[in-house]
């Protein structure tokens, strides 16, 4: 197969998605590796790497029209659907089911491409393509945040200085976003807040990102989320807010949450009640979900102020570290990109996380998910590769 590696169009993207050593396993498998030029400066691979590793170097038209095998890290944008075509495999994070519109998925589905999203790879009740970015993403918007309480704030956050107070955090959610952002937080010294639905497994699932000697000495205070009933658990935030410098959104709104029952963690006011120059960061990017202040962001250095709180929101917050981020993220695509390399109905009757990750083939929505949030039709991938529908 001719595999094409191209550079990412999103502002502030930075990561690349195939490493010069992988280019050199599929070469050797025998299929033709195509790489656009500066594909992987940020990351730390020049053009010279791949072409040593035996890819092509060629430009973004030529690599579109020849490949059939797509690897990019982010969406394709608007500026490149018109590149799209009937039999491209596109693997890449598509986010179908977030930010992106209805109107946009409708135009890259009609290119006829089959697009499989590396954050739907689903195996043994994990997302392995997803995990590892969500790991950093916690750490380093945990990092971020205190850095921008020195910027905004004039604080130095954490308990450093005998006779200044330690600072108070709060992270909403302890999954694998949330435990990393609490590591970093607690390392720091800073007092931890945790706002969770499942206070009673929390030290199960942090156990893999933070010291639980470190957890017992701190003794970090737990906030239980109560979906059915949240209006205490929406007050104890509240409570906290007038003293916290640091909140970290790492939970997204499920369908056990309607806005019915609860439109937000933190609105408005809860947001004005935080100290001035106080940091809050948003790391789901999912835009007035459940903070209402919180919008997200393309870009890596973006801030903005609203009620006095600095928002900081970034999207893709990993490509602020393209070179542990792209290693980390081609660690865990590439054996599926081998697999893709056999093909896609070989390779998606074989194996059904990629299966399950496909979100349109042959010009049909086939995500079920994502088009019931985004009000799309769908049809089953089943049916499409059983001849149903055409």
Same mark, same amino acid.
């Given at each position: @197969?001719?595999?094409?590696?191209?550079?990412?169009?999103?502002?502030?993207?930075?990561?690349?998605?195939?490493?010069?050593?992988?280019?050199?396993?599929?070469?050797?498998?025998?299929?033709?590796?195509?790489?656009?030029?500066?594909?992987?400066?940020?990351?730390?691979?020049?053009?010279?790497?791949?072409?040593?590793?035996?890819?092509?170097?060629?430009?973004?038209?030529?690599?579109?029209?020849?490949?059939?095998?797509?690897?990019?890290?982010?969406?394709?944008?608007?500026?490149?659907?018109?590149?799209?075509?009937?039999?491209?495999?596109?693997?890449? &994070?598509?986010?179908?089911?977030?930010?992106?519109?209805?109107?946009?998925?409708?135009?890259?589905?009609?290119?006829?491409?089959?697009? +499989?999203?590396?954050?739907?790879?689903?195996?043994?009740?994990?997302?392995?393509?997803?995990?590892?970015?969500?790991? +950093?993403?916690?750490?380093?918007?945990?990092?971020?945040?205190?850095?921008?309480?020195?910027?905004?704030?004039?604080?130095?956050?954490?308990?450093?200085?005998?006779?200044?107070?330690?600072?108070?955090?709060?992270?909403?959610?302890?999954?694998?976003?949330?435990?990393?952002?609490?590591?970093?937080?607690?390392?720091?010294?800073?007092?931890?807040?945790?706002?969770?639905?499942?206070?009673?497994?929390?030290? @199960?699932?942090?156990?893999?990102?933070?010291?639980?000697?470190?957890?017992?000495?701190?003794?970090?205070?737990?906030?239980?989320?109560?979906?059915?009933?949240?209006?205490?658990?929406?007050?104890? +935030?509240?409570?906290?807010?007038?003293?916290?410098? +640091?909140?970290?959104?790492?939970?997204?709104?499920?369908?056990?949450?309607?806005?019915?029952?609860?439109? &937000?963690?933190?609105?408005?006011?809860?947001?004005? %009640? @935080?100290?001035?120059?106080?940091?809050?960061?948003? %790391?789901?990017?999912?835009?007035?979900?459940?903070?209402?202040?919180? *919008?997200?962001?393309?870009?890596?250095?973006?801030? &903005? *102020?609203?009620?006095?709180?600095?928002?900081?929101?970034?999207?893709?917050?990993?490509?602020?570290?393209?070179?542990?981020?792209?290693?980390?993220?081609?660690?865990?695509?590439?054996?599926?990109?081998?697999?893709?390399?056999?093909?896609?109905?070989?390779?998606?009757?074989?194996?059904?996380?990629?299966?399950?990750?496909? @979100?349109?083939?042959?010009?049909?929505?086939?995500?079920? &998910?994502?088009?019931?949030?985004?009000?799309?039709?769908?049809?089953?991938?089943?049916?499409?590769?059983?001849?149903?529908?055409?």
């Amino acid at each position: @197969m001719r595999v094409g590696v191209l550079k990412e169009r999103k502002r502030d993207e930075r990561r690349v998605a195939l490493r010069p050593d992988q280019t050199a396993a599929l070469v050797a498998a025998g299929h033709e590796v195509l790489v656009e030029p500066g594909a992987g400066l940020a990351s730390g691979f020049a053009d010279a790497d791949y072409a040593g590793s035996g890819a092509a170097l060629d430009g973004r038209e030529r690599i579109y029209d020849a490949s059939e095998l797509l690897l990019k890290v982010k969406c394709p944008l608007p500026e490149e659907y018109g590149f799209l075509k009937r039999g491209h495999i596109v693997f890449a &994070y598509l986010h179908f089911d977030e930010n992106i519109a209805p109107s946009e998925i409708e135009r890259i589905v009609a290119t006829g491409i089959t697009g +499989i999203a590396y954050e739907w790879v689903e195996k043994s009740g994990t997302l392995p393509l997803l995990t590892p970015m969500s790991e +950093i993403t916690g750490a380093i918007f945990a990092l971020r945040a205190m850095e921008l309480l020195v910027e905004h704030a004039g604080v130095l956050g954490g308990g450093y200085v005998d006779g200044w107070p330690e600072s108070q955090a709060i992270v909403i959610g302890a999954g694998h976003i949330g435990s990393n952002a609490i590591n970093v937080l607690l390392r720091n010294r800073f007092r931890v807040v945790v706002v969770d639905k499942h206070p009673e497994t929390i030290e @199960m699932r942090i156990r893999p990102y933070v010291d639980l000697g470190m957890w017992s000495d701190a003794r970090p205070e737990i906030i239980r989320f109560d979906e059915s009933s949240p209006g205490a658990s929406l007050e104890e +935030i509240r409570r906290h807010l007038p003293e916290t410098a +640091i909140v970290i959104c790492a939970a997204v709104r499920r369908p056990s949450l309607p806005k019915s029952r609860c439109e &937000y963690l933190i609105d408005r006011a809860g947001v004005a %009640a @935080m100290p001035e120059g106080s940091v809050l960061c948003d %790391a789901t990017a999912c835009d007035r979900d459940l903070i209402e202040t919180a *919008v997200s962001s393309e870009s890596l250095t973006e801030t &903005y *102020v609203e009620e006095g709180t600095v928002h900081y929101n970034c999207d893709h917050i990993p490509s602020l570290v393209p070179a542990t981020a792209t290693k980390l993220l081609t660690d865990a695509t590439f054996p599926y990109v081998e697999k893709l390399v056999r093909g896609f109905e070989d390779a998606s009757r074989s194996d059904a996380p990629l299966r399950g990750a496909t @979100m349109c083939h042959r010009g049909k929505l086939t995500h079920a &998910y994502s088009a019931e949030k985004k009000g799309l039709p769908h049809v089953s991938l089943e049916e499409l590769l059983a001849g149903v529908q055409e």
